[in-house]
């Protein structure tokens, strides 16, 4: 396994939830930390949040007290658990690794669709 692999997205209604998986193999998730980026249409990719290779994490405003970043060591795993879900929430989630190391450049996942009705 090269990429990281993305599961989760789908269609929900305003204030439900979701949550995104994020697989790595071991040598990547070992060694570099992981964000969370999403693209609504016509705007750019941004990082809504991150998890370091130690665990500390970061959030944008939009989504702090929402969203939760998590992982599961023993599956390479990593989560974004979305709570309270609002239209403006839309996009395509993507998952990247992060880190200095060059091991950590240019890894993303494939992207998911998230929809967020009203």
């Known amino acids: 396994q090269v990429g990281l692999v993305e599961s989760g997205g789908g269609s929900v209604q305003a204030g439900g939830s979701l949550r995104l998986s994020c697989v790595a193999s071991?040598?990547?998730?070992?060694?570099?930390?992981m964000g969370w980026y999403r693209q609504a249409s016509g705007e750019e990719r941004k990082l809504v949040s991150s998890?370091?290779?130690?665990?500390?994490?970061n959030y944008v405003d939009a989504v702090k007290g929402r969203f939760t970043i998590s992982e599961e060591r023993t599956k390479n795993t990593r989560y974004l658990q979305m709570n309270n879900l609002q239209p403006a929430d839309t996009a395509v989630y993507y998952c990247?690794?992060?880190?200095?190391?060059?091991?950590?450049?240019?890894?993303w996942g494939q992207g998911t669709q998230v929809t967020v009705s009203s």
């Open positions: 990247a690794a992060l880190g200095i190391r060059p091991a950590c450049r240019d890894i």
């Open positions: 071991e040598y990547i998730f070992s060694r570099c930390g």
């Open positions: 998890i370091s290779v130690d665990g500390n994490t």
